[in-house]
């Protein structure tokens, strides 16, 4: 599965959009981007995926540059309750069972009044 | 929406006993997955199912084992509990075929082993 980089924090001020980017250079025609998120002590939390066109549902965006080496989630009006780390994770699928996730070390996100 | 329950969000056991973790999920999913959470580790696969009464190891499969009689449930078990096995157990279901579908998580069980 192709790596992948964010930063280790950001901050945004609440009703205000954030924009959590992600870099995936070495993703390849079958890998899928996920983004989770993870509040502390709670399990994760599946927000979106998308392959190459920009997708969106009732939690969040996601842009997917057309090179597909990088992507964007936004959360458009964030709030205190999106406070959390944030997962991207770049995912090749196939037809079996197995698909096991792998988290890095996501990007920190602290919503602030 | 999906709904994975565990059965504990906290537990504490002793050294050498046998631990049962359940988790159940509502949405008819083929695959069901056990992860451990350890700071500093990430995410590590422990077992997963594709089917009732089927499984496959994962990344770290040594001490444990899994059982997944009905489709809805699949439990993990640690045979004989050792201090090593503190961590945050998630369990995770996906709908079968393609593989692209994104997986869903319960809200974990945090295992203290003394």
């Known amino acids: 599965d192709a790596k992948t980089t964010q930063p280790p924090s950001m901050d945004c001020a609440e009703g205000r959009a954030a924009n959590l980017p992600c870099n995936h250079s070495?993703?390849?025609?079958?890998?899928?981007v996920y983004w989770y998120r993870q509040i502390h002590s709670q399990g994760p939390q599946y927000i979106i995926h998308g392959l190459k066109n920009n997708e969106t549902n009732e939690m969040a965006s996601l842009i997917i540059t057309e090179d597909r080496k990088s992507s964007t989630l936004i959360l458009p009006h964030a709030t205190l309750r999106d406070t959390a780390v944030y997962y991207c994770?770049?995912?090749?699928?196939?037809?079996?069972?197995?698909?096991?996730?792998?988290f890095g070390t996501g990007t920190q996100l602290k919503v602030e009044l | 929406d999906v709904k994975v329950t565990q059965s504990s969000r906290y537990l504490v056991k002793r050294t050498g006993e046998k631990v049962f973790l359940e988790c159940v999920q509502d949405?008819?999913?083929?695959?069901m997955f056990w992860y451990r959470q350890d700071p500093g580790l990430g995410l590590r696969l422990i077992y997963f199912?594709?089917?009732?009464?089927?499984?496959e190891k994962g990344d770290i499969p040594e001490g444990y084992s899994v059982s997944r009689e009905k489709k809805e449930r699949f439990s993990l078990i640690l045979e004989s509990a050792s201090t090593n096995q503190t961590s945050m157990y998630l369990c995770?279901?996906?709908?079968?075929?393609?593989?692209?579908?994104?997986?869903?998580f319960g809200d974990g069980t945090r295992l203290s082993i003394l």
């Open positions: 994770i770049v995912r090749a699928v196939n037809t079996g069972g197995g698909n096991k996730l792998t």
């Open positions: 995770a279901s996906s709908p079968g075929g393609g593989g692209y579908q994104p997986q869903h």
């Open positions: 949405m008819d999913h083929e695959n």
């Open positions: 070495t993703i390849s025609g079958n890998e899928y």
């Open positions: 199912s594709y089917d009732v009464k089927m499984k």
